[in-house]
């Protein structure tokens, strides 16, 4: 949506490297890659701006895996880095990992996204975020050769939002998504390809609630109103063609595994907790301080790493 053609023609030229020559930054197109830092780029009319990490001693290593990660709203790319340990995770597993900003009227820190639905500054100025990730994700997977089949998305709150939007309209480039405490609000969700999608919700979210069961119809939300998690899952089972297994008890998590025709699917639900990024630091902008004992990191690349498992 909202998407230039300059955009379009970067996508449907993806699998070339001399793909967005012309509408690159200075000093982009260069044969020298960059190295971990702050950077901009410019998408309609806008300076949008991101942070870069590579895994050390790997920087020049091609095929790697690359993550984008969606700060909450309020938030910003760099709370979101300094407290989610993600960049950590990233140097131990050996993954690229981007940290992108959303905008603001204003303020540098207190950004936010446009996730297709209410509310915010994102919202009512109809910012592209969408065109301008994967504008980005193909720029960064052409520079540092990374593979196009390991390109995903993890997202906190509205972040999570966004992820979602990204599994419905850029399943092209984004293998797989995960959503942390956000909420799956759209009626007419229709992705290129099968997905690999992840939910972990607090039971007691106060900021968007848990919710129960599935709306028999998708009516308008009101200002400020979420579909519940059921929602979602329903969703995302039926696409996938997945069958639940029985839940299973881990560290004050609910984890349901799901075997799938196509894709995968996982749900993990935080018993005791609310707005919850369990294993974060305590500094992470818009979270409550989690109970749970899993280390939500890890589960989310674990269930990144593991093959399908097939209906039977």
């Known amino acids: 949506m909202w998407l230039r053609k300059t955009t379009l023609a970067c996508i449907v030229l993806y699998f070339s490297q001399s793909a967005c020559r012309a509408s690159r930054e200075p000093g982009y197109g260069s044969d020298k890659r960059r190295t971990s830092g702050e950077y901009s780029m410019h998408y309609q009319g806008r300076k949008r701006t991101y942070s870069l990490r590579l895994p050390q001693g790997r920087e ?12 909450g709203a309020p938030g910003d ?36 996204w446009n996730s297709g639905s209410c ?3 994102a919202w009512q100025s109809k910012v592209d975020d969408v065109g301008f990730l994967r504008l980005l994700a193909v720029r960064l997977t052409q520079e540092f ?11 906190f709150s509205k972040g999570g939002m966004l992820a979602y939007l990204l599994a419905c309209e850029a399943a092209d480039i984004f293998a797989g998504i995960a959503d942390i405490a956000g909420a799956f609000n759209y009626g007419d969700c229709r992705p290129a390809r099968e997905i690999e ?9 106060p900021a968007i609630p848990f919710g129960a069961g599935v709306p028999e119809r998708t009516s308008p939300l009101a200002d ?5 998690v059921e929602f979602a899952t329903d969703f995302w089972r039926r696409f996938n063609g997945c069958v639940a297994h029985a839940p299973k008890l881990r560290q004050g998590a609910e ?4 075997a799938c025709e196509r894709g995968k699917l996982r749900l993990i639900v935080f018993t005791d907790d609310g707005h919850v990024w369990p294993g974060a630091l305590a500094g992470l902008s818009g ?16 269930f990144w790493l593991e093959p399908k498992k097939p209906l039977r």
Request: charged share 25%; net charge negative; proline share 3%.
């Open 287 to 302: 979270a409550e301080q989690a109970r749970s004992q899993l280390v939500l990191n890890d589960a989310v690349w674990q």
């Open 119 to 121: 509310c915010g500054y």
């Open 60 to 71: 020049t290593e091609a095929g790697l895996p690359l993550v984008f990660a969606l700060h």
């Open 224 to 228: 400020d109103e979420s579909r519940p």
């Open 145 to 155: 050769e990374a593979d196009r089949e390991r390109i995903y998305a993890i997202g």
């Open 197 to 205: 999608i992840l939910i972990a919700h607090g039971r007691k979210d």
């Open 255 to 258: 984890i349901t595994r799901y």
């Open 77 to 112: 790319a760099r709370n979101l880095e300094q407290n989610s340990r993600l960049t950590e995770k990233a140097q131990r597993e050996g993954f690229i990992v981007v940290y992108p900003n959303g905008t603001s009227a204003a303020s540098e820190t207190f950004l936010n």
